[in-house]
């Protein structure tokens, strides 16, 4: 038998990561993924596809709509190939997962295709696709096990018709009319490809506003700007049934006012947020708990009942982001080296893939007036921008919200072009506890969207910004 210093079951981006911490912190390290390919959702019907597809419907609608402003002008067609889109989209995928090989090589991973069972707190089998098994010793093990689409119990989830996230980004046409349940992160983004590319999309979100969880400035300018692209948003509607009936599919949802409402689509996504995966796992056996929501239960070393066993990534509490169980699987790896790391959980940005792009961290206005806590805002509107106004993406704003005794930044939300990569200084600026006047006092390149950035810091410090 095989036995190792640390085993991880899972390989998505908090296994994968995991791994290779534990490799380079000098522990012989074993990785065991169920899949043929490694990378877990985020690799494969998650992260990296969702993107491929959102920039392919992007340049597709730049060139319908957008060029001929620019001064090209386009003689022919401009058609959409989705047959091209998703193989380009899956070369993108096997590019990528291919890369996790070469990092598991590199490292001298072992790794193990097949399903990991717990035998016991120290022995996991390996059931593999030809019918056979192998039991492995491991010291310490690392659960990256990650989540999958949650469903509502009322819906046959056909995975034609009526479909998840993963089957939305193999489809093999574009529907013509998409209902989306569930106004989240997932049902934007691929509501937004499948809108790009011609299909009429219809939202349908219980809470009474779009992605909730965000600051609802966000909310409000998002779904302004979305139905300006001709989105049908329909918040506060309770989704009663999802029928299919032939090609057809039909959604019955009760409104805020009491009134059932019927829509009719040939297809229709369930975006309504993810559940942990632990299926086939056998936690019991190692004596390792789970939660009344069926995610791992773990201390705040993510440790779980049984201390040489640990959690990490979508099957265990937190937000569900790629960048979240990475640094999870680093912490872990580093507390098995005897390290003492910590991650300020506070401070793991969030994005939504649209265009424009939204992106937050720390806290919104709204946890802020729940916890009392006295704050001034600065908020600066991209239109303001040249170099918005160069690129016509002028939607949005930055918003900066600061301590008001001390001006310590407590959250920062922004909306609009390149966001998704912009909150990374918001980030930064908060990991160091800098205050708004810091950052309205750094000097930001001219043209940037970052510009954005520092006139929301000089608003929210006594409002000084420059171009407003
Ligand atoms: P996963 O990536 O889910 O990996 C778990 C792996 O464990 C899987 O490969 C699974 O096969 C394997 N496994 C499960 N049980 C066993 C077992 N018993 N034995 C062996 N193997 C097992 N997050 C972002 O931060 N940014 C994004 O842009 C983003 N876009 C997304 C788009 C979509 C459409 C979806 C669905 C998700 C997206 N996410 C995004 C979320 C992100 O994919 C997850 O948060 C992330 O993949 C979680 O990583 P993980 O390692 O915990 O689990
Ligand atoms: P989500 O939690 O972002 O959104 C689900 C939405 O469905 C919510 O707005 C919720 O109010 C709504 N909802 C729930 N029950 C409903 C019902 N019965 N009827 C109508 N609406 C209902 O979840 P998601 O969009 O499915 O994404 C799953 C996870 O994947 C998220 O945790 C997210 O963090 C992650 N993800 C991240 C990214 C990214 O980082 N860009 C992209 C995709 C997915």
Redesign the pocket.
């Known amino acids: 038998m095989s036995s190792f210093d640390v085993a991880v079951i899972g390989s998505g981006p908090g296994g994968y990561v995991a791994a290779i911490r534990c490799a380079q912190l000098g522990m012989k390290t074993a990785i065991i993924e169920k899949y043929s390919t490694l990378g877990g959702t985020c690799l494969n019907v ?2 990296i596809p ?1 993107k491929a597809l959102l920039d392919s419907s992007h340049h597709y609608e730049d060139a319908l709509k957008h060029f001929e402003t620019h001064g090209i002008e386009i003689t022919g067609e401009i058609t959409p190939n989705l047959e091209k889109m998703i193989s380009r989209k899956q070369a993108v995928v096997d590019q990528t997962t291919q890369g996790i090989n070469f990092l598991m090589d590199k490292n001298k991973i072992t790794v193990f295709e097949g399903l990991g069972s717990f035998q016991d707190a120290t022995h996991i089998k390996i059931s593999k696709a030809d019918g056979t098994a192998e039991v492995i010793e491991a010291k310490n093990t690392i659960v990256a096990t990650g ?1 999958k ?2 469903n ?1 119990p009322f819906i046959n989830l056909d995975k034609e018709r009526i479909i998840t ?1 993963t089957e939305a980004l193999k489809l093999k046409e574009i529907p013509k009319h998409l209902i989306v ?9 691929l509501g937004q490809v499948y809108k790009r590319l011609g299909a009429e999309v219809t939202i ?4 009474d506003r ?4 965000m600051d609802a400035g966000l909310s409000k300018e998002l779904g302004r700007v979305l139905k300006k692209q001709k989105f049908k948003l329909n918040v506060s ?3 009663n049934s999802v029928e299919r009936v032939g090609d057809e599919v039909i959604v019955k ?1 009760t409104d805020k006012k009491g009134r059932e409402v019927e829509i009719k689509g040939d297809y229709c996504l369930v ?4 559940t942990p995966y632990t299926e086939g796992l056998n936690a019991e056996a190692a004596g390792v708990k789970l939660d009344d929501r069926g995610r791992i239960e773990t201390n705040n070393h993510l440790q779980t009942a049984t201390t040489n066993i640990y959690a990490i990534g ?1 099957v265990v509490k937190g ?4 960048h979240k169980a990475e640094e999870e699987g680093v912490m872990v790896a580093e507390i098995l080296a005897g390290e003492k790391p910590h991650i300020d959980y506070n401070l793991i940005p ?4 649209t265009w424009p792009e939204v992106a937050a961290v720390g806290k919104t206005e709204e946890e802020l007036k729940e916890a009392g806590v006295a704050y001034k805002s600065g908020q600066f509107a991209m239109r303001a921008l040249g170099r918005a106004r160069a690129s016509m993406n002028i939607e949005g704003f930055v918003k900066i919200l600061a301590d008001k005794n001390t001006d310590e930044i407590l959250g920062v939300h922004m909306i609009g072009a390149r966001a998704a990569d912009m909150i990374a200084e918001a980030v930064t600026a908060m990991e160091f506890r800098a205050s708004a006047e810091d950052i309205s006092r750094i000097s930001h390149a001219h043209p940037t969207f970052t510009e954005a950035i520092k006139e929301a810091a000089l608003a929210a410090t006594g409002d000084r910004a420059l171009h407003a």
């Not at 349940?181 to 983004?189: A, D, F, S, W």
């Not at 975006?271 to 993810?274: K, L, N």
């Not at 969030?350 to 893939?353: F, I, P, S, T």
């Open positions: 998650g992260c969702s989540s689409p949650a509502l996230s349940i569930g106004g989240g992160v997932i049902g934007l983004e349908v979100e219980y809470m779009i992605i909730p969880t509607h309770q989704v949802a975006a309504v947020g993810r979508d937000a569900m982001l790629a969030g994005v939504v893939y």
